[in-house]
Structures are given as structure tokens and as C-alpha cells.
């Protein structure tokens, strides 16, 4: 098992606005300043040149298109709703907001099968969201796939209940924890794990500073090291998306880190210069994605790990 893939499945956007259904928790997300039709351009245009970018280091991008109907402003985030796994199994999540639920596509396994991949299952655990439950895929998952290890800030995006479920159902083990971070002066819930952590082949890279429970922050320090070096980031490299970054391969099997430029330019030389040294940086401008989507590359992405036929 290797933990970075080769294929991912990307969905290109026909609208992107502010979603305001997730603004209520995300806290990432600020108003447009710019203006609806203009951003939503600005959001294509930083969608084509990373999956370009890609493409062009011969990583499998299966891009999808979004629908007009019905409109879906975080379309473009797909990991939150859909994970595929080494046996061929893909799971459907529980999403916060209403007009997320409405990403989820009822022909994924045809779709799959189409581009040349097997699915044996799906498991579909998405019912929980009518009871107010949520977990919304490897937004609040950051999975250590070679160890079968998940990581989980707790959180209203990130219910224990279903984290147990998900975990019957998948065979991971769960750490969990609570993150935070400062706004306007108070620490409020980190919405996703994925903002703070990504975990790669050689390293993770982690905010360990967001974990104010000193228990909670010895825990996850300890399980990260105990596999692989880690690199911290600082909360302020969380607010530029540092923490939101992606291992992928390429079909010579060449390792990527993806990420913002944003998040690149957050970055300290002696930070960069552990990364360089395990794998290649990818880096394109997402700062329109970033500001209204309040994710960044990492969440424009879901790995796809399905054998091929």
C-alpha cells in the first residue's frame, strides 16, 4: 500500500460563489469584495492552470463538470463527500450544509467504472446528516492510509458518533483530538483537519499549536512520529493554507506535494528545504478559491485508490 496516488478526480466548476450555508462554521471564508461574476471567473481560471499544471507533470486528473442545476458553490470541493479506497470500496459522507448534500452524484460507481476502475462497494453514510451528524470525508479525515490511521479534529463538521461508524465500516483506527485557532480574538473550532495536517509518505506535516489541550497535542505528535518526521507550521501558516496540502504521484511514480501559492510563499527555507528533499513542490495561485471557499488545493481534490480493470 502506498500512500499517495496517481489518479484523482477533480470537478470543474460552471459557477463558484461564497457559500453562506458553510460560512456559518468555516471560518477561512470571507465576504467578495470583487463581485459574483468576476470571482466566479477568477475561481475557473485558478481551477484550469492547477489541473493544467497537473496534467502537465503527468499526474491522471479525471476532471469532471459541474452541473448549472442544481448550483452547488463548493463543487469543487469533492473530497468532502466522496472517498475511494485499496479495496475497492468508495464512501459517501454526511454533509453539514443542505446545498453540499446536493454534490453527492447518484451514478459514481458508472462513472468510475467508465474511466476504467473497479468498485465492489459503496457505503453510503450520508443518512446521519438528518440527524444532525456529520463527517465530511477527508475534510475531516486525514488519513495515514499505509498504517490505516485517521486523524480527526473534532468539531460540528466532525461528530464522534459517526467517526465510529465510519470506522466499523473501514477498518482505520480514529485519533481523535480538538483543534482551534484565533478569531477575532477567540479560539474557535478548526473546522476541517485538513487545514492543520497532511500526511505524506516521509512526513507529516502538522499545526501543532492549534491543539490547546497539551494531552490532546502530545497524543497526536506522538502517533505522527512514531511513522514518519514531521514538519510543523505555525497558525499563521494555517491562515495562508499551509496545512492544506496533497502527496500525489505521477505515472513514473515521481511524488508531488500540492499546494497554493499562498501556502508556498508562508513557508520558511528550512521548512522548504525538508520538503524538497522527499519530494517535488507543486504550487498555483488559488487565492479566489481560498478566500470565498475557504479550502485551498487539498480540498479540490479526492485521491482515487480503486484498482484499475
Not at 461574476?37 to 463538470?65: C, H, P, R, Y
Not at 500526511?199 to 489541550?213: G, P, Q, R
Not at 525538508?274 to 479540490?300: D, F, K, V
Amino acid at each position: 500500500m502506498d500512500q499517495s496516488t496517481n489518479t484523482v478526480v477533480m470537478i470543474r466548476p460552471i459557477v463558484f460563489s461564497r457559500n453562506e450555508q458553510t460560512a456559518v462554521n468555516n471560518y477561512f471564508q470571507q465576504v467578495d469584495t470583487v463581485g459574483f461574476g468576476d470571482s466566479s471567473t477568477a475561481a475557473i481560471m485558478e481551477f484550469d492552470d492547477l489541473v493544467e499544471k497537473m496534467k502537465f507533470n503527468g499526474i491522471n486528473v479525471l476532471v469532471w463538470q459541474d452541473n448549472a442545476d442544481p448550483h452547488t458553490p463548493d463543487s469543487l470541493f469533492p473530497n468532502n463527500w466522496v472517498s475511494f479506497h485499496e479495496d475497492n470500496t468508495v464512501f459517501l459522507y454526511p454533509m453539514f450544509a443542505p446545498n453540499r448534500r446536493l454534490e453527492r452524484l447518484s451514478n459514481l460507481a458508472e462513472r468510475m467504472e467508465d474511466v476504467g476502475f473497479h468498485v465492489n462497494q459503496i457505503i453510503d453514510i450520508s443518512d446521519s446528516e438528518n440527524y444532525g451528524k456529520y463527517l465530511e470525508g477527508t475534510g475531516s479525515l486525514v488519513l495515514d492510509r499505509v498504517n490505516k490511521l485517521a486523524y480527526a479534529c473534532l468539531s460540528e463538521r466532525t461528530n464522534s458518533e459517526v467517526l465510529d461508524i465510519w470506522s466499523a465500516q473501514s477498518g482505520y483506527d480514529v485519533i481523535r483530538f480538538r483543534a482551534f485557532h484565533t478569531v477575532n480574538e477567540a479560539r474557535m473550532p478548526v473546522y476541517h483537519t485538513n487545514v492543520i495536517m497532511s500526511i505524506c509518505s516521509e512526513f507529516a506535516t502538522v499545526c501543532l499549536e492549534s491543539i490547546d489541550d497539551l494531552e490532546e497535542r502530545r497524543m497526536v505528535k506522538s502517533s505522527l512520529e512514531h511513522h514518519r518526521a514531521i514538519v510543523e507550521i505555525t497558525e499563521e501558516q494555517v491562515n495562508e493554507f499551509a496545512g492544506n496540502m496533497l502527496e500525489v504521484k505521477n505515472y513514473k511514480g515521481e511524488k508531488f506535494l500540492i499546494m497554493s501559492e499562498r501556502a508556498f510563499q508562508s513557508l520558511e527555507p528550512e521548512q522548504l528545504s525538508i520538503l524538497n528533499q522527499r519530494l517535488q513542490i507543486l504550487h498555483s495561485p488559488l487565492e479566489t478559491i481560498e478566500n470565498l471557499g475557504g479550502g485551498s488545493a487539498r480540498c479540490m481534490i479526492a485521491e482515487v485508490f480503486l484498482t484499475s480493470k
